[in-house]
T-cell receptor, first 114, second 118 residues
Framework: ETGVTQTPRHLVMGMTNKKSLKCEQH?????MYWYKQSAKKPLELMFV???????ENNSVPSRFSPECPNSSHLFLHLHTLQPEDSALYLC?????????????FGEGSRLTVL | AQSVTQPDIHITVSEGASLELRCNYS??????LFWYVQSPGQGLQLLLK??????LVQGIKGFEAEFKRSQSSFNLRKPSVHWSDAAEYFC????????????????FGKGTKLSVKP
């Protein structure tokens, strides 16, 4: 098993669809993250979960809804997205103990909104 | 606020030549610094990190980076580039303790795309 697994790798959806991205980490980490990577923009932090509690919502539109049922799984629920939401969505995990831990990334879910 | 600047968007080097990718950060205290690499269609892989101690850090794949506090820089170097090093490279900084109510998240630069000529 790779450290951080994301599914699906590719997703095409219409603006009225509802879909979800899934992330699973097998590293025993206590924090999980969603980042958005768009062309010509730096990676944007979307959400942070520490010990399953959301500790950061970086002004993300409500059409993105995260869910962290346990410390190993993280979801990103998508509904009524816009074409500008097309991007690579990266999940990451880390072990944070009073400071900053290195992030371990999944391979990403490439989302295209038509 | 913290920020990371990678001034070079795209660099092309010949295979076997040396490489230096620049990174400047803005942070008041001692930062945690990282370099990641991303191959096309893939996630990010950690090359190396600096938390404290020796300012010259060694990473995987023959990369090294030097932390220079006086210049707020953390440049990535490799003495001899291989064709397989073609990828995008990201510098990142993390805060010590809480940042904006969260812990552990990193601020990334915009990345430098490396092309390698045969």
């Amino acid at each position: 098993e790779t450290g951080v697994t994301q599914t699906p790798r590719h997703l095409v959806m219409g603006m009225t669809n509802k879909k979800s991205l899934k992330c699973e980490q097998h590293l025993g980490h206590n924090a999980m993250y969603w980042y958005k990577q768009s062309a010509k923009k730096p990676l944007e932090l979307m959400f942070v979960y520490n010990f399953k509690e959301q500790t950061e919502n970086n002004s993300v539109p409500s059409r993105f809804s995260p869910e962290c049922p346990n410390s190993s799984h993280l979801f990103l629920h998508l509904h009524t997205l816009q074409p500008e939401d097309s991007a690579l969505y990266l999940c990451a995990s880390s072990q944070v103990t009073g400071g900053v831990g290195e992030l371990f990334f999944g391979e990403g879910s490439r989302l295209t909104v038509l | 606020a913290q920020s990371v600047t990678q001034p070079d968007i795209h660099i092309t080097v010949s295979e076997g030549a040396s490489l230096e990718l620049r990174c400047n950060y803005s942070y008041g205290a001692t930062p945690y610094l990282f370099w990641y690499v991303q191959s096309p269609g893939q996630g990010l892989q950690l090359l190396l990190k600096y938390f404290s101690g020796d300012t010259l850090v060694q990473g995987i794949k023959g990369f090294e980076a030097e932390f220079k506090r006086s210049q707020s820089s953390f440049n990535l170097r490799k003495p001899s580039v291989h064709w397989s090093d073609a990828a995008e490279y990201f510098c990142a900084v993390g805060a010590t303790g809480n940042y904006g109510g969260s812990q552990g998240n990193l601020i990334f630069g915009k990345g430098t795309k490396l092309s390698v000529k045969p």
